[in-house]
T-cell receptor
Framework: GENVEQHPSTLSVQEGDSAVIKCTYS??????FPWYKQELGKRPQLIID?????GEKKDQRIAVTLNKTAKHFSLHITETQPEDSAVYFCAASSKGSYIPTFGRGTSLIVHP | ETGVTQSPTHLIKTRGQQVTLRCSSQ?????VSWYQQALGQGPQFIFQ???????GRGNFPPRFSGLQFPNYSSELNVNALELDDSALYLC??????????????FGAGTRLSVL
């Protein structure tokens, strides 16, 4: 089955800095990679996703890059703000199963 | 549009008991997936229901079972509770099972504590 590794487990940045979270996956058939943000005590919410036919996708301060050859994908947050503080999860799913396998999460702390 | 709702929000049980968790899917969604999220971990897939049939199962024992009803709401049942079952149980609904239809929309979860 699919295995998703996520790093770092904790990331502490100053407001205005950039933050990068990296994930690797094991199943070369995976073709859909969503990112979720989970604030303390709240539900995971989809913030951005990317499909395997695209190398990069941007949405305002958030971007995701995908390297299919190396089987890794990354979340980039620019100009971080305190409200970006949350746990971020990456996930991967394949055309066959469509069930996402999640990483263990990264706790992002943005200091004002 | 109504989002995914779960009940109850919190539950305390003792080892060996049985529990039923409930989920109402988002309007227009016919697929429900259940996840277990232990503290400090990512959600682990338990199973998925599509149009009232089980459509995939993760690495969970048979004492974890489920149902989906004609209105696409769903139940997760756990028998013979163990201490390690203590976790946040998340329900997610989606438009379907293929491609973009499988984007998961999560509920707020049920926090289960087993003593």
């Amino acid at each position: 089955g699919e295995n998703v590794e996520q790093h770092p487990s904790t990331l502490s940045v100053q407001e205005g800095d950039s933050a990068v979270i990296k994930c690797t996956y094991s199943d070369s058939a995976s073709n859909y990679f969503p990112w979720y943000k989970q604030e303390l005590g709240k539900r995971p919410q989809l913030i951005i996703d990317i499909r395997s036919n695209v190398g990069e996708k941007k949405d305002q301060r958030i971007a995701v890059t995908l390297n299919k050859t190396a089987k890794h994908f990354s979340l980039h947050i620019t100009e971080t703000q305190p409200e970006d503080s949350a746990v971020y999860f990456c996930a991967a799913s394949s055309k066959g199963s469509y069930i996402p396998t999640f990483g263990r999460g990264t706790s992002l702390i943005v200091h004002p | 549009e109504t989002g995914v709702t779960q009940s109850p929000t919190h539950l305390i049980k003792t080892r060996g008991q049985q529990v039923t968790l409930r989920c109402s899917s988002q309007s227009g969604h016919n697929t429900v997936s259940w996840y277990q999220q232990a503290l400090g971990q990512g959600p682990q897939f338990i199973f998925q229901y599509y149009r009232e049939e089980e459509n995939g199962r993760g690495n969970f024992p048979p004492r974890f079972s489920g149902l989906q009803f004609p209105n696409y709401s769903s139940e997760l049942n756990v028998n013979a509770l163990e201490l390690d079952d203590s976790a946040l149980y998340l329900c997610a609904s989606s438009l379907g099972t293929g491609g973009a239809k499988n984007i998961q929309y999560f509920g707020a979860g049920t926090r289960l504590s087993v003593l």
